[in-house]
């Protein structure tokens, strides 16, 4: 299915990446290079009691020290909330270890480093409850009046009739899973500097995956409207799901910035890193399946106890499962039930692969163990049960492009499925796991993303748009799609993005939407241009505007290419004419559905494994991968997600853990924190399945985060395998785990 | 976390070093690549007055052949230029092995072997910013009686992660400690104290200034096991030397306070042979042999597992070496 030759002229190139050679020279500016005139440098300090009383904060050491301009509390703004019920600084009660209490300004970073000591707290330590055991055992400390037992917000969802689905089920198999808290591990550190001099205008240099939703928590935090909040990011040393809000360091460096009059960077301090970052908490999940005799899926059930940490910050995690629970299987009925349980640790987000990356790790084990519990191969038992082309999920969710069936047809094929599953030696093992990602999602959010392309006199284009690149290639295949409408090459095209004030709405790059929702925004935004030029052209020619052909930076007639005109001489009659037109494209783009995704791309791996009986290490030996992502618009950056996601997610069920103790992360260090490096990256075979959805641009779907929801699950289902068990039921798979594993077994 | 404050004294010889320690030595912490050293300042882990370049000093360089055979290695070489020494690779490939797997190239080319013989032990509750121990009050390490990982020992449990010692003391290697008072000359394998506090005899005006590896014909294997190829502190390593006449020695890394010559296991495969039931023996033994080991960073019970995983790999390599 992939493009027809002629079809296009940039897309479907292996186009590397533009800004490719600014950052591997060094020469790519991140928000900690920027150095503002009279800028100071600011500190946070930070609870060292997992639950303690503010009996009192004495400033007065801290001020008298030379070089420092401001020290500021909840005691100076009780009121400013960082979310609902969540002060900005801890008011009476700090409630994990790290939450911010007071924050110091300084002339240079050791000043303000020093400055923290001398800040005099009085604490009351108070009970902890720090692990979601100690919170939800009898008699734990209530960590918020508001939430008896220490249960925050709840999600129930039921979709079509789990009920009779389990009625009509002839066997219904059940399992319980555990994922630990785990860190983003974001190559560039947290940072945030702001300059809120003005009291109308706030602007916060930062990384972000989304400028929209920083300036609306700020704006609603601070007292502004969200226009006078300008969010500014150049180059972002990834994401991750980690830089999806604003975290506390933005806000305080504005009131720092306010208070003192001058710029305040604050950037997070080595293990700080680690005691604010908001990733994944530990999670346990129950997966129940009811199944018929000959392999029908009849009802899918999960339950899942969060550990949100010491306030409810994002609850978005809590709703999302249910939904994307009924993207995979044709079944009777669903039926989700979550919670989020308050513990005095740092409060909690996501991880890279979403919520959905740790809950597939234990589902698809449990999904090949439903198989093997009725026989039959888990492949034929994914395929059997597997969504179609204009399916409809119970949720809702229509699949108007879904090459599900073609993935698990090719990794099955490709991987030797048939000769190795069941018949590999002990210790080694092979595991598949589906998915299904949306491209892009209604819901908290109206979704809309907006671009402008102005088309210079020279020929060259300038496209202004909203999306951050933080490491996915976003503008690269933004360039590609405009050249393409345009005819020009991705080099004419030059991103302007990364200022509020300057470009366009747009809602960012989260939920796997930069591709689908900013791709169709541009083209149609190149659109409008494209067509403002052929009306020109349409006229010189003396042809209609549908006899036009734009590519190889030329326009001419599709009768009689050799009258063409370069782009370049094309835009200049166009604005040296009487009319004087100077050209820009508007565009924007939204779903036309009211909730979900409007298209989700699906996906299938196999791994294979080996593990050392004698250590527990577990080796991949190779992925075999693919992936439904619509049209592949840059392979090789398809390729480059589909390595980069491998990898992390192989990481994160075989390495990635943090370690605590009384609420406090006992490995907050890259060091501690083991992240495989390319030497422990398997051999990764790509299959991309192009379906050519209808809505995507070009016909595209995300690939943003859909391959790493899969990895975790072949990878996991595969150790399970090599271990002959049905269930590894924790994350990371560690060596001593897999011992463990090994010592419980019989023989 | 920056630097604390301190003096920087970059001596021109060993003796006008060795004056600076007599005078002041409990001030003073001795300054190789700074690969470890500076992390703990950051960390305010050690706040010394004075930091004391010995890098540079000519008595710590150089590797010299003596006329015996033996190696005298100066402690200021980088472990860079020791694993890709001539005659290192020559006559012990298994300690040159040793020297690579230290850490990354980018710290070899500035650690020297002084350093990582002295390498500070490690803990997760020592090795962290100061904000971060006083939260939990501090520990054995930084001067209160406490100690979070076992809660009832007096002696800490902080591991020697160093990965050169192992593979040195199965060489029967010597130091020399240098004071402003004299030399002394000991063997590697006394140097090491299973204290995670003081970990070494070393006296604070002493500098160790040199390793002489005496000749041997035996066979001599090292394996290091660790999360990540390339970069990372060891879980467990092991040294492990055989003579032709079958005497055996082998000696663990990483895996408590101080390097362990394990004496059971080494006796087993000297007295009864590597046959694989032999093997499997002493690797049994190996796992009684290690005494009393802690959960720190790896589990107590994956620690033994891997010491008999490492005798078992090293025993069998031994037997299987051309």
């Given amino acids: 299915m992939s493009a027809k030759p002629g079809e296009f002229t940039v897309i479907g190139r292996r186009q590397p990446r533009l800004d490719g050679f600014e950052k591997v020279s060094g020469r790519a500016v991140y928000t900690d290079d920027i150095v503002l005139p009279g800028m100071l440098h600011g500190r946070i300090l930070r609870s060292p009691h997992p639950r303690a009383r503010i009996v009192s904060i004495d400033a007065s050491r801290a001020l008298a020290l030379p070089g420092v301009k401001a020290v500021i509390s909840s005691r100076d703004f009780p009121d400013v909330l960082f979310s609902e019920r969540q002060p900005l600084f801890a008011r009476d009660t700090a409630n994990y270890i790290g939450e911010e209490v007071a924050a110091v300004a300084a002339v240079d970073a050791i000043t303000a480093e020093e400055a923290l000591h001398l800040i005099d707290v009085t604490w009351e330590p108070l009970p902890a409850a720090t692990t979601l055991r100690e919170a939800l055992r009898n008699g734990a400390p209530r960590i918020h009046d508001w939430a008896p037992g220490n249960v925050g917000p709840t999600h129930e969802k039921d979709y079509g009739d789990p009920d009779l689905g389990f009625a009509e089920s002839d066997l219904v198999v059940e399992d319980q899973f555990r994922t630990p808290m785990q860190h983003n591990t974001l190559t560039e550190f947290h940072v945030a500097l702001a300059d809120w001099s003005k009291p109308e205008k706030l602007t916060v240099w930062t990384p972000t995956q989304s400028a929209p939703m920083y300036q609306q928590n700020l704006a609603k935090g601070l007292g502004l409207t969200e226009s006078q909040v300008r969010i500014v990011y150049n180059n972002i040393g990834g994401a991750f799901t980690g830089r999806g809000r604003p975290k506390p360091h933005h806000f305080i460096a504005a009131l720092l910035s306010r208070r003192t009059g001058r710029p305040v960077k604050i950037r997070a301090a080595g293990d700080e890193e680690f005691i604010m970052f908001r990733g994944s908490g530990e999670t346990q999940y129950r997966f129940r399946t009811g199944v018929t005799r000959d392999g029908r899926i009849k009802a899918i059930e999960m339950d899942i106890t969060f550990d949100s940490g010491g306030h409810a910050e994002w609850v978005m995690i809590l709703w999302l499962p249910a939904a994307v629970m009924n993207w995979l299987y044709h079944a009777k009925g669903s039926r989700y039930r979550g919670r989020f349980i308050l513990t005095n640790s740092v409060p909690k987000g996501s991880h890279h692969g979403g919520i959905f990356g740790r809950i597939s790790a234990g589902w698809m084990q449990h999904m090949t163990r439903v198989a093997e519990a009725i026989g039959m191969d888990p492949a034929e038992f994914h395929l059997l049960n597997a969504m179609d082309p204009g399916d409809t999920g119970l949720d809702g969710t229509h699949f108007a492009s879904c090459g599900l069936k073609e993935c698990i047809r090719a990794v099955v094929e490709r991987s030797g499925w048939k000769q190795k599953y069941g018949k590999l030696p002990r210790y080694r093992g092979i595991g598949i796991g589906i998915g299904a990602q949306a491209s892009g999602s209604k819901g908290a959010a109206n979704d809309t993303s907006a671009a402008m392309v102005k088309v210079d006199g020279d020929g060259l284009v300038t496209l202004f748009t909203g999306i951050p690149d933080m490491g996915q290639g976003s503008h690269t295949v933004m360039s590609m799609i405009a050249a393409e409408v345009l005819g020009i090459e991705p080099a004419d095209v030059r991103i302007v993005a990364g200022d509020s004030d300057v470009v366009p709405f747009d809602w960012g790059a989260f939920s796997q939407r930069g591709t689908f929702m900013t791709g169709n925004a541009v083209k149609n935004a190149a659109e409008d241009a494209r067509k403002q030029l052929a009306a020109v052209a349409a006229q010189l020619f003396g042809v209609p505007e549908s006899e036009l052909r734009f590519g190889a930076r030329r326009v001419f007639p599709a009768s009689s290419p050799q009258k063409a005109l370069s782009f370049a001489q094309l835009v200049g009659k166009t604005f040296n004419s009487p009319e004087g037109r100077y050209v820009m494209g508007r565009g924007f783009f939204n779903s036309p559905r009211a909730f979900g995704p409007l298209a989700c791309s699906f996906g299938a791996q196999v791994a294979e494994v080996e593990v050392d009986p004698a250590t527990g290490a577990v080796k991949v030996l190779k992925v075999t991968a693919a992936h439904d992502i619509g049209r592949a618009l840059n392979p090789l950056g398809v390729e480059g997600q589909l390595d980069g996601q491998v990898f992390s997610g192989m990481s994160q069920v075989l390495y990635e853990e943090c370690k605590t103790d009384d609420g406090q992360v006992l490995n907050p260090s890259r060091l501690e924190y083991k992240l495989p490096r390319t030497w422990e990256l398997p051999a990764v075979e790509y299959i991309l399945v192009e379906t050519i959805d209808p809505y995507g641009p070009f016909g595209a779907k995300e690939v943003g985060e859909g391959p790493i929801v899969v990895t975790m699950a072949a990878i996991a289902s595969a150790v399970a395998n090599a271990l002959g068990v049905g269930m590894v039921e924790e994350i990371p798979m560690t060596p001593w785990r897999v011992r463990a594993v090994l010592d419980r077994m019989p023989g | ?322």
Wanted: hydrophobic content about 45%; charged content about 25%; aromatic content about 4%.
């Fill in chain 2, 1 to 322: 976390m920056l630097l604390p404050a301190h003096d920087y004294v970059k001596p021109r010889t060993l003796e006008e070093g060795l004056g600076v320690l007599s005078r002041s030595g409990a001030a003073v912490r001795l300054l190789g690549g700074g690969t470890d050293v500076t992390f703990n300042m950051r960390n305010r882990l050690m706040q010394p007055a004075v930091l004391l370049s010995i890098r540079e000093l000519p008595e710590l360089l150089g590797v010299e052949e003596w006329p015996d055979g033996s190696l005298r290695i100066g402690a200021a070489c980088r472990l860079a230029d020791l694993a890709a020494h001539q005659a290192v690779n020559s006559r012990h490939p298994a300690l040159a092995a040793a020297f690579k797997a230290v850490a990354s190239s980018h710290v070899r080319n500035m650690a020297t072997l002084g350093g990582n013989l002295n390498l500070d032990t490690r803990c997760w509750y020592a090795n962290q910013t100061q904000e971060w121990r006083a939260a939990k009050g501090g520990c054995l390490k930084t001067g209160v009686d406490a100690c979070h990982v076992v809660a009832s020992v007096k002696t800490c449990v902080a591991i020697n992660n160093a990965d050169t010692p192992p593979a040195l003391i199965a060489l029967d290697a010597t130091i020399t400690l240098a004071s402003a008072g004299g030399r002394r000359t000991l063997r590697l394998a006394d140097y090491y104290r299973a204290d995670g506090v003081t970990h070494t005899v070393r006296r604070t005006d002493e500098v160790l200034t040199e390793v002489i590896v005496p000749p041997t014909p035996d066979r001599l294997v090292f394996i290091k096991d660790t999360a990540r190829l390339g970069i990372d502190f060891a879980y467990g390593t092991i040294a492990a030397r055989r003579a032709a006449d079958g005497r055996t020695r082998l000696v663990l890394g990483s895996l408590g306070p101080a390097p362990v010559v394990l004496r059971r296991a080494a006796v087993i495969a000297t007295q009864r042979g590597l046959a694989d039931t032999h093997i499997e023996e002493a690797a049994e033994a190996a796992r009684e042999d290690l005494g009393v080991v802690s959960n720190l960073y790896t589990p107590a019970a994956y620690k033994r597992d891997l010491a008999r995983e490492l005798v078992r790999r090293a025993l069998t390599a031994l037997r299987d070496m051309p």
